[in-house]
Structure formats: structure tokens, C-alpha cells
């Protein structure tokens, strides 16, 4: 089973973003996502940005993954 992480991109240059993925930055692809820019949330999956969505879904996301895993996950920043 593969899971995709939402983040927030931090920077977009030459087709690639960092993205911060629950506080830690991430190098994606956007070779999949047409449009995205700087502060645009994502979900990033196998190192490519695949679909754009909306802070709170981010959040709330990140919120299941950390109770589902019993691991502290980190707020978007």
C-alpha cells in the first residue's frame, strides 16, 4: 500500500518544488501537477506532487496519519 503526504510548496523552480511535508522538506516533481505555485498545498507521492488541495484537508490529513500510526506528526507550517 502507498500513501500520499500533503505539504505545502516552499519553492517551485525548473519543474521541481520543495515541498515542507509535516515539517520536513521534500524535493517533488511537477511534472504531474499543472498550475501549482508557492504556498499551494499537495498531496506528494513517489517524489511527484499529484493533486492540489485545501489547507484544512492538509491538516486534517496529516491529523488521521498521526493517529493512525500512533507517531507524532508535525503541523504544516
Do not use: W
Not at 516552499?10 to 515539517?23: L, R, S, W
Not at 524535493?27 to 513517489?46: F, P, Q, R
Request: hydrophobic share 50%; charged share 25%.
Amino acid at each position: 500500500m502507498c500513501l500520499g503526504i500533503p505539504g505545502r510548496i516552499i519553492e517551485v523552480k525548473d519543474g521541481m518544488a520543495v515541498v515542507d511535508v509535516a515539517g520536513a522538506r521534500k524535493t517533488a516533481s511537477m511534472a504531474l501537477l499543472e498550475g501549482a505555485v508557492k504556498d499551494d498545498y499537495v498531496i506528494v507521492h513517489a517524489g511527484f506532487a499529484i493533486e492540489r488541495i485545501d489547507a484544512e484537508k492538509a491538516e486534517e490529513t496529516l491529523r488521521l496519519i498521526s493517529e493512525a500510526s500512533g507517531v507524532q506528526v508535525n503541523e504544516i507550517h
